[in-house]
């Protein structure tokens, strides 16, 4: 296969990103920080969500848990709390995040590891947070491949619509020297200029004398996943029941369904067998209590 960016001056596409981004970009506070816990929270916030919506609650869960230690030694009912209250969605996030800090005390010393693959060894971590972290927080670990940067890479250069394509582009063009620094830039790119419908001219894009979108008016991007529809979901009847069980209190499951779903049925085993489950799961997640004396009832965790 021919290498898309063969025939580009890679000096000259990284100098113009990097010079672009410096001049102007978007401030968020992870990016004012080498912290690695606090670049951690800001990864794991920010997965399938809009970087300017985590702003607060970021700043609300780094005040309230500042270190690895403190978020350790949380109980895991507060950290989904704040996480369901906060709405950033899949709570499983929190979970993980507060496995990892234990992981982290136990294992590592209290010290988030530089290593891409001792990050990759944490709850929660998968290959793409390992190596924004270890960029972001010690300037190591070399490209990050979001969906940004694959539709960077894909209209500008042609990089095929395939994983392995992206990531060997991506390390191609990284400045080698200051990752952390380019895996902003680049991401910025594909957030500010490049995103779904692109602001070339108004956003100034450094890299349209080289793109191939540009050149041809075909913005066609990359396949990506979609996130799952909140109508229906099983994160929107979770949240009606914390909201029902607020305003009610304890209240008895049979009551509960129809409270939360209005087609519920009470007699049929299949609509108790699915609220049980949910009911569950927020029992799980240390947010309610499931009291099974007699006919179940369930309450807000106190």
């Given amino acids: 296969m021919t290498d898309p960016l063969s025939a580009l001056d890679i000096n000259a596409v990284q100098q113009a990103l990097v010079s672009w981004y410096e001049a102007d970009h978007r401030s968020f506070p992870w990016r004012e920080t080498e912290a690695p816990y ?12 809009q970087l300017e919506r985590i702003v607060g609650p970021w700043e609300d869960f780094i005040e309230q848990w500042p270190t690895v230690a403190a978020l350790a030694g949380a109980d895991r009912s507060d950290i989904v709390a704040f996480w369901s209250e906060h709405s950033l969605g899949y709570n499983n996030r929190a979970r993980y995040l507060h496995e990892a800090a234990q992981q982290v005390q136990a294992e590592f010393g209290g010290i988030l590891p530089r290593d891409p693959e001792e990050l990759e060894s944490l709850m929660g971590v998968g290959p793409y947070t390992a190596t924004a ?3 972001f927080a010690f300037d190591t670990g070399g490209a990050v491949v979001d ?24 390390e191609n063009v990284v400045l080698a020297k200051s990752p952390g ?10 957030g500010v200029a490049c995103s779904k419908t692109p602001r070339c001219d108004g956003a100034e894009c450094p890299w349209r004398e080289w793109c191939r979108a540009y050149k041809t008016g075909d913005f066609t991007a990359p396949d990506v996943p979609t ?19 607020s305003e009610h209190g304890e209240l008895p499951l049979d009551e509960l369904g ?17 609220l049980r489950d949910l009911v569950a799961d927020l029992a799980g997640d240390g947010l309610l209590a499931l009291n099974d004396t007699g006919e179940a009832t369930v309450q807000l965790r106190p």
């Fill in 38 to 49: 606090e670049i951690l929270v800001s990864e794991v916030m920010s997965q399938q969500t």
């Fill in 133 to 135: 972290v270890a960029s």
């Fill in 147 to 170: 969906t940004n940067v694959k539709r960077v890479l894909h209209r500008a250069f042609g990089v095929p619509d395939d994983d392995t394509a992206f990531e060997t582009a991506a």
């Fill in 181 to 190: 620094l380019w895996n902003n830039a680049i991401m910025e790119l594909g």
């Fill in 227 to 245: 996130q799952p529809e909140f109508e229906g979901s099983r994160r929107q009847f979770r949240g009606r029941i914390v909201r029902t069980l």
């Fill in 258 to 274: 129809p409270k939360i779903r209005v087609d519920y049925d009470p007699n049929g085993a299949d609509d108790r067998e699915w």
